[in-house]
């Protein structure tokens, strides 16, 4: 069966293949380095997946092009790329499942640095997973001569994000991390939430603090790409959502992530809709003045396209619906 791969290839060596490649190290995407396309034809079997022909294109038709891959079984998480403008990874999705308008287009993703082809730098996934201090730390005193005894139920939160395999498909679609690059990023949190529920852990308290800080669980801003990209469910997301829980139960509430959303649901239970006039002020702090005035700007901007909130804010019929809604799910909001 025949399949049509479009590959983007960049050489930073090869003057004349990509001409001027750009900063080495985006995001922003569009700052990402200068690719050429180029397309193969290959013949391989309706359940080939796309390494089998980029492993093909490589022994049979181009030598020089570079694909990272060990395992070929979706264990070692070395061939996360993008396919059709997305992270998977190529030893997982099959070509009948990605060829769209009989092509598939395969590249390196546009938010990490590039090394040549399809190999992208992991350095920036490396760095965000040392900065959770992924170990735990002994509680003390440690058992002496035998092993430490934890009940099962505590360990089964943790199963989900042991599944990770580290390919960094997450943190390759990560919108915060294409606006950000220090935002430490899906698979570090859900990591470091492996560590912070884990019942051995010491630092459990200071671990929440640091995530708390900026950076941190507050900035994610649940677009939901790392849920739909993760090779293995470990849903980031989810475990950054139970971070959050577990700082705020701690007390860590003063910072912007936890005031936004405490201004969010008391605009909705007082009103039965968003007061987005008072949301900024009340997400930064009222008396944070020097951050209120970084945001004119933008509210000219809003100003300027017609897109300004009403100044009066209205409550809606039926709130009590609402109320009784936030009554039910019980917590800090009702
Ligand atoms: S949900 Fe959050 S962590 Fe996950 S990809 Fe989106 S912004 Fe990143
Ligand atoms: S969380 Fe999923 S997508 Fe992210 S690095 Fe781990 S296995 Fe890969
Ligand atoms: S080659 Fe190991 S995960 Fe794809």
Not at 222 to 251: N, S, T, W, Y
Request: glycine share 6%.
């Amino acid at each position: 069966m025949e399949w049509t791969i479009r590959v983007g290839r960049y050489n930073p060596e090869a003057q004349n293949m990509a001409g001027d490649v750009g900063p080495p190290y985006p995001p922003p995407y569009e700052a990402a380095p200068t690719k050429v396309y180029q397309t193969f034809t290959v013949d391989l079997p309706e359940h080939a997946v796309v390494l089998d022909a980029l492993i093909d294109i490589r022994e049979y038709q181009d030598e020089t092009l570079v694909v990272r891959c060990a395992c070929r079984s979706a264990i070692c998480g070395s061939c996360a790329m993008w396919i059709n403008g997305h992270a998977n990874l190529a030893c997982k999705s099959k070509l009948k499942d990605f060829t769209k308008d009989g092509v598939t287009t395969v590249e390196s993703p546009p938010s990490m640095p590039v090394i040549r082809d399809l190999v992208c730098d992991m350095n920036p996934f490396w760095e965000k997973m040392r900065k959770v201090s992924p170990w735990l730390e002994n509680k003390q005193p440690v058992p002496q001569g035998e092993e430490y005894r934890v009940p099962n139920a505590s360990m089964e939160n943790l199963i989900q994000e042991v599944a990770c395999i580290a390919c960094g498909a997450c943190l390759m679609d990560c919108e915060s991390f294409a606006i950000n690059p220090d935002f430490t990023g899906p698979a570090a949190l859900a990591r470091a939430y492996r560590y912070a529920d884990d019942p051995r852990d010491a630092r459990s308290k200071e671990r929440l603090e640091e995530y708390s800080g900026p950076d941190g669980i507050w900035d994610c801003t649940h677009c939901f790409e790392c849920v739909q990209r993760c090779p293995k469910g470990v849903a980031p997301l989810d475990q950054i959502l139970k971070l959050r829980h577990m700082a705020v139960d701690a007390g860590f509430t003063n910072n912007p992530g936890t005031r936004h959303a405490d201004a969010f649901a008391e605009s909705v239970r007082g009103s039965g809709r968003l007061n987005e006039l008072t949301l900024l002020p009340k997400s930064l702090g009222l008396f944070n003045i020097a951050a209120q005035l970084k945001t004119l700007p933008s509210a000219f901007n809003m100003l300027r396209a017609g897109k300004l909130p009403p100044i009066i804010h209205h409550k809606i019929p039926g709130l009590e619906r609402i109320k009784n809604i936030f009554k039910r799910v019980g917590g800090r909001f009702q």
